[in-house]
């Protein structure tokens, strides 16, 4: 247990619902990341938060895509109208970025499977 | 655009060798190259990372190098174990922050 959680770890929709995903990072870190991963891929950068600040967001996956940290602490992925090339893993990590090139603690994971 | 490349899918290696897996990467050399370690249904663990003006580093068992010349940084378990069975990921990441990851290696020590 690295103490980044998410939630739910496993979630099955519908096509075309929307879907959210909650990251909890370790209390201290100021950066959070959301990646996605697919069977036999290595994670794939989709945006990352310094703070409440969202840093880049032109590597999300499509418009149908966003994330929040509202506060600075937790954050959210919303997906809306689900295809079904969304199913994967979505994968939030977090960092505490006092050097450059940190390392990441890595959440355990939500599920996603889009029937 | 930036490409990883990371050996084979899976690899094999006796119990008590050493396995070696190999990160190639085009284009621009990142300012900072990770090692992960991710096993099946769990979140990438962190295991080591190194600089851009390294050469070395290492770890217990482990050793990471890393060539801007040859763009290639090679990740070494030294008297490898069944329980270093895994999928091992190197990860890229320059000064704008754009982090990119390999698809990983599958590496089984055989008893």
């Known amino acids: 247990d690295t103490g980044v959680s998410q939630d739910p770890r496993h979630k099955i929709t519908k096509r075309g619902q929307n879907v959210t995903f909650r990251c909890d990072p370790i209390?201290?870190?100021?950066?959070l990341y959301w990646y996605r991963q697919t069977l036999g891929q290595g994670p794939e950068f989709l945006t990352y938060?310094?703070?409440?600040?969202?840093?880049?967001k032109s590597r999300l996956l499509s418009d149908r895509f966003s994330a929040e940290r509202p506060k600075g602490s937790f954050s959210t992925l919303e997906i809306q109208r689900t295809e079904q090339g969304d199913s994967a893993m979505y994968l939030c990590?977090?960092?505490?970025?006092?050097?450059?090139?940190?390392?990441?603690?890595f959440g355990p994971g939500t599920r996603l499977t889009v029937t | 655009s930036q490409k990883i490349e990371q050996n084979s899918e899976a690899l094999n290696i006796q119990e008590g060798k050493t396995a070696t897996l190999t990160c190639n990467y085009t284009n621009y050399s990142p300012a900072y190259l990770q090692w992960y370690r991710q096993d099946p249904g769990r979140g990438p663990v962190f295991l080591l990372l190194i600089r851009e003006n390294e050469k070395e580093k290492r770890k217990e068992r482990l050793k990471v190098t890393f060539d801007t010349t040859l763009k290639q940084s090679l990740f070494h378990i030294t008297a490898s174990q069944p329980a270093d069975s895994a999928t091992y990921l190197c990860a890229l990441e320059w000064r704008d922050d754009k982090i990119i990851f390999g698809k990983g290696t599958r590496l089984h020590i055989l008893p």
């Open positions: 938060f310094q703070n409440e600040a969202q840093l880049e």
């Open positions: 209390s201290e870190h100021n950066r």
């Open positions: 990590a977090s960092s505490l970025q006092s050097h450059p090139g940190d390392e990441q603690y």
